[in-house]
């Protein structure tokens, strides 16, 4: 039971992870430097060895209880966005989300069930985690949206799915939901490097994921508090449910997971369940540890990895307490903030609109439509950092042409085409 589904001896909160000398303060061991044999050989054990196995429970749990309605009366039928639809299904989502990130908040915070903060005598904030809870109920919501797009297309037989019953009777159903299964928290981290390192560069950045990096000392609410444009991009991880031939379950089940796994991997302490030093690392000093721990050997191999505070010059003696000062909802936003914000509703839009009545619409302007949603927010964003002059910018790690042509191709191929496909395939005709 030493490490078994996420626990660490045994236990969900008092201990840190196997390799903590426990002599020292927090954050001051170095993490192993994982290798993609590491990584592969510990594959096949994802849902035995790490926390995948609380969140998949919860995820089949979900599936079960609240099935889909995908019949032709269905409010999935309706529109890829179904006031109904989101109704029916948003509660859903933030009771469990909600819920799951208030359990770690309060036990860290309230019962203090963790002993090793990364910042020793930090000052609760109130308002920074009111910010992170407003902008984590923005991305749920559009989480739902998600759904409802991929609702809509099984509904309207835009997008083939494997049904529950050739799941459970057929030996290739059942083993399509059985590579879901697995599979999804291994694309998980593939897709989060590149998406994470692609909203790095700079204008994305400045404009989009700067938002997420207010919070320099991490609390829960912080996993899921991001610019709408980014809950796009970290959505985009639905490219399998896209792509294969797959259960309803795959969608459910990649959900879970990109809604809850953030919560204690942003707790602030190095003591319990998921704790994560190595992105807490990344959020301190922000140009490393791209990956997830259990990817890291991508950050290894691109130079990135940072192995603990000892190896940043401020921070060798034990970090100092900051103030994330701009994780307010007090502070108007800026002009700059609000003119990207409403540039990028305008790219999602028309789509929105034409997706009403798909039938009027021609191939070509479903196309310029469809690719506004998923690349105009990119676009805009270099448009608007060029115009203004104020606010953070990340200084982009030093790579080779080719290594940053490498993370600027993958990095579009799984954020802006995942995004422009599925808004795509709502506006073509039905099958």
Known sequence: MENMFGMVRGKYFGEPPLYV??????????????????????????????PNFVWAAISLALYMLAPYNLGPNSTASIAPISSA???????????????????????????????????????????????????TTSGIAIWTVFENVFAYLWATGRLPYISDTISVSTPWGLAAFVAAFMGIPVWRSVHFY????????TPLYKQVHSLHH????????????????????????????????????????????????????????????????????????????????????????????????????????????????????????????VTYLAGSALCVLPWIYTAQKPESITPNHAL????????????????VSHFYSAGTYAHPVKMSLVANLLHLVLGTLFCSVPITYGCWLTLIPKN
């Open 21 to 50: 000398d426990k002599t020292l303060p927090a954050g001051m061991t170095d993490l192993p430097k994982p290798t993609v044999i590491s990584w592969l050989r510990n594959s096949p054990f994802v849902l035995v060895t790490t």
């Open 85 to 135: 639809f989101f109704i029916e299904r948003f509660p859903v989502w933030f009771s469990i989300t909600f819920g799951y990130f208030s359990f770690w908040h309060a036990t860290l915070y309230g019962f203090n069930m963790a002993n090793r903060p990364f910042i020793a005598n930090r000052v609760y904030n109130l308002d920074k985690v009111l910010h992170n809870v407003f902008w």
């Open 194 to 201: 590149f998406a994470h390192r692609f909203l790095h560069y």
């Open 214 to 337: 207010r919070n320099t000392d991490i609390e829960p609410f912080s996993g899921l508090c991001m610019h709408p444009v980014e809950h796009l991009y970290y959505f985009a991880c639905i490219v399998p449910s896209l792509v294969f031939y797959c259960s309803p379950f795959a969608l459910v089940w990649n959900g879970i997971h990109l809604l809850l796994s953030p919560a204690a991997s942003h707790s602030g302490y190095e003591d319990h369940f998921q704790s994560d030093m190595f992105h807490y690392l990344h959020h301190r000093y922000f140009e490393c540890n791209y990956a997830g721990t259990d990817a890291a050997f991508m950050d290894l191999a691109f130079g990135t990895f940072k192995a603990s505070f000892k190896d940043h010059p401020v921070d060798k003696n034990g970090p100092k307490p900051r103030d994330d000062a701009k994780s307010t909802l007090r502070i108007l936003p800026t002009q700059e903030f």
């Open 368 to 383: 310029v439509v469809s690719s506004a949603v998923g690349f105009g927010p990119v676009l805009l964003a270099s448009i």
